[in-house]
């Protein structure tokens, strides 16, 4: 299986901060990486498609990029509604792996 | 608007077989993937597989050949068999429905059913 290793595992923000999440595969993926943020109590929901393309709807505020095997996602000035548990997802191969996970909360 | 809700008792025993059911509506069926996942409290997110509305499947081999799904087309429901439960699959279970090949962009999902394996 590809391995998807997310930092970090939460981190502390405030409000207008500027926020950014890894992803390191353990191989060569292509751009083959989604994120999804998951609140509390709820499903998760798609962001970022194709490590990049921004899902419709969501905000523009949130942004995701590629270098090689490391995948970034930024959130470049935090919001109320930002705090919650994002995660990466690779699909270049079966079965579909995901991040471990990084939780936003308020500093 | 697509909804997904998934049903199913949210307590198995030990060993026995857990049974999931998934509704879709606001929109056909058919010409997607739908993928189950799953989550243990307080943890990350785990592939289960996913299920073409044509009926093709695949699995994840973690649960070594324990999972099978299918899909009435005709009732726009899902389901999800897992058999010889254990603890270890004490989880929340989302259906999602996913866009191109494997069902990769999971753009809709389920509120999720919490399963917990007890005796």
């Known amino acids: 299986d590809i391995q998807m290793t997310q930092s970090p595992s939460s981190l502390s923000a405030s409000v207008g901060d500027r926020v950014t999440i890894t992803c390191q595969a353990s191989q060569d993926i292509s751009n083959y990486v989604n994120w999804y943020q998951q609140k509390p109590g709820r499903a998760p929901k798609l962001l970022i498609y194709d490590a990049s393309n921004l899902e419709a709807g969501v905000p523009s505020r949130f942004s995701g990029s590629a270098s090689g095997t490391e995948f970034s996602f930024t959130i470049s000035s935090l919001q109320p509604e930002d705090f919650a548990t994002y995660y990466c997802?690779?699909?270049?191969?079966?079965?579909?792996?995901f991040g471990g996970g990084t939780k936003v909360d308020l500093k | 608007q697509v909804h997904l809700r998934e049903s199913g008792p949210g307590l198995v025993k030990p060993s026995e077989t857990l049974s999931l059911t998934c509704s879709v509506s606001g929109g056909s069926i058919t010409n997607y993937y739908y993928t189950w996942i799953r989550q243990p409290p307080g943890k990350g997110l785990e592939w289960i597989g996913y299920?073409?509305?044509?009926?093709?499947?695949s699995y994840n081999p973690s649960l070594n050949s324990r999972a099978t799904m299918s899909v009435d087309t005709s009732n726009s429901l899902l389901s999800l068999t897992l058999t010889s439960v254990t603890a270890a699959d004490t989880a929340i279970y989302f259906c999602a429905r996913g866009r191109a090949v494997w069902g990769t962009y999971l753009d809709y999902w389920g509120q999720g059913i919490l399963v917990t394996v007890s005796s």
């Open positions: 997802q690779q699909f270049d191969v079966l079965p579909l792996t």
């Open positions: 299920v073409h509305y044509s009926g093709s499947a």
